[in-house]
C-alpha cells in the first residue's frame, strides 16, 4: 500500500482521536467519520488537516457515499457505544451501533475495493479472566485463548470479529482486529464513566481534586497509555503484511492502582488519594482485567508498546496541560 488514504469512524473520540493524530503526523490524508461535531480531544491543529463528516455509521448508503466521494484505500473502525458490565439497558440499541453497523461499514468497505479494514476489538471478548490468568498468577492472555461474552458489548466484539474474518475471505481486503488492554487517556473520565475509575485517579491530582476508590487496589491489570494503543492501530494499519487477524494492543506487563498512585505521587507528592484494598476496582459482576500477551503484535507488526507507567503518565499529564 504505497499510498492510502484512510477513514476512520470515531475519529474525535477518547481513543479515535490518538489514532486521527497519528495519521496526521505521518502525513497519511485523513478522512473522519463522527456522529458529533466535538473536536475538543482532537485540537486545531490537527482539525484543520483532516477531512471531516458527520455521519451515522449505522446507514450503509451514507457510509457508502464518504467511502467513494473520497476515494478510502483503508478503513479504522473505532466507533463503539461504550459497553456495559451489568445489566444493559439498551441491549438493541448496543447491537445496532456495535454490530450491525460494524457489518455494514464492512460491506461497504468491500464493495469500494478497499485494501484493510482494522477494526477496534476488545480484550472483553475473553470474559471474565479466571484460573491461571487471574490472582494471583496472572498467566498473559493469547490470541488462541477462546472467547466468552459476559454482556452484549462483548458479544458484538466477537461478531465484529468474525464477520470481519469472513467478509476478508470472500474479498482482497485483508482485516485485523485490535483487542486493547485497559487504555487511559484524557476524555475517558468525561466520556467513558465507571470505566475511567484509572483516568480518574490520574487526572484527579492534576486538578487539585482529590480521589478515592472504594476498593481493587490489589488489582493487576495491563495498562496502556491511549497514545501507545493509537500506535498499536497503526503499527497495524501500515505493516506490510497481517499474517494473523486478532492481535492484543497490550503491554504485557501488570500494574495495580496502587503502583499507579505511587506514580502520580512522583509528579503530585501531596496528592489526596484514597484506594481500598481487593480486586476488581471498575466494582462490576464481570472481571476483565489481567494481562494479554503482546508476543504476537511484536513479532507481525514491529509494534511494542512502552511499560514505563510513570513515563506514560507524565505524557497523560503533558496533554493535560
Keep these: 500500500m504505497t499510498t492510502m488514504r484512510v477513514l476512520i469512524t470515531g475519529g474525535l473520540g477518547v481513543n479515535g482521536a490518538w489514532v486521527t493524530r497519528e495519521l496526521v503526523d505521518r502525513g497519511i490524508e485523513t478522512v473522519v467519520i463522527d456522529n458529533r461535531e466535538d473536536f475538543s480531544l482532537l485540537g486545531a491543529r490537527y482539525v484543520e488537516r483532516i477531512v471531516f463528516e458527520k455521519v451515522d455509521i449505522r446507514i450503509r448508503d451514507h457510509i457508502l457515499d464518504v467511502l467513494e466521494r473520497h476515494k478510502i484505500s483503508a478503513v479504522v473502525h473505532m466507533a463503539a457505544a461504550?459497553?456495559?458490565?451489568?445489566i444493559d439497558p439498551n441491549p438493541a440499541g448496543t447491537f445496532e451501533i456495535n454490530a450491525l453497523a460494524t457489518i455494514n461499514l464492512l460491506e461497504a468497505a468491500r464493495c469500494v475495493g478497499v485494501n484493510r479494514f482494522i477494526f477496534a476489538s476488545s480484550r472483553a471478548v475473553y470474559g471474565s479472566l479466571n484460573g491461571c490468568f487471574g490472582p494471583p498468577t496472572y498467566r498473559p492472555v493469547d490470541e488462541t485463548n477462546a472467547t466468552h461474552h459476559e454482556a452484549t458489548y462483548d458479544l458484538c466484539k466477537i461478531i465484529g470479529e468474525r464477520f470481519g474474518e469472513a467478509f476478508a475471505a470472500i474479498s482482497d481486503m485483508?482485516?485485523?482486529?485490535?483487542?486493547?488492554?485497559?487504555?487511559?487517556?484524557?476524555?475517558k473520565t468525561t466520556r467513558h464513566g465507571r470505566f475511567g475509575a484509572l483516568s480518574k485517579l490520574i487526572e484527579n491530582p492534576f486538578y487539585g481534586e482529590p480521589v478515592t476508590i472504594p476498593v481493587g487496589g490489589d488489582q493487576v491489570d495491563d495498562m496502556i497509555y491511549a497514545q501507545e494503543?493509537?500506535?498499536?492501530?497503526?503499527?497495524?494499519?501500515?505493516?506490510?503484511?497481517?499474517?494473523?487477524?486478532?492481535?492484543n494492543i497490550a503491554t504485557g506487563r501488570g500494574y495495580t492502582l496502587h503502583d499507579v498512585a505511587r506514580a502520580v505521587r512522583q509528579y503530585y507528592?501531596?496528592?489526596?488519594?484514597?484506594?481500598?484494598?481487593?480486586?476488581?476496582?471498575?466494582?462490576?459482576?464481570?472481571?476483565?482485567?489481567?494481562?494479554?500477551?503482546?508476543?504476537?503484535?511484536?513479532?507481525?507488526?514491529?509494534?511494542?508498546?512502552?511499560?514505563?507507567l510513570s513515563s506514560a503518565i507524565g505524557k497523560y499529564y503533558e496533554a493535560l496541560s
Design 82 to 86: 461504550v459497553g456495559h458490565q451489568d
Design 269 to 308: 507528592p501531596n496528592a489526596e488519594i484514597s484506594i481500598g484494598d481487593g480486586l476488581n476496582y471498575l466494582g462490576s459482576s464481570v472481571n476483565y482485567s489481567g494481562i494479554l500477551s503482546p508476543e504476537r503484535a511484536q513479532h507481525d507488526l514491529g509494534f511494542s508498546a512502552s511499560t514505563d
Design 229 to 247: 494503543a493509537a500506535r498499536g492501530v497503526v503499527a497495524a494499519l501500515l505493516a506490510p503484511t497481517l499474517p494473523n487477524s486478532i492481535y
Design 174 to 187: 485483508e482485516f485485523a482486529a485490535l483487542r486493547f488492554s485497559t487504555i487511559f487517556g484524557p476524555g
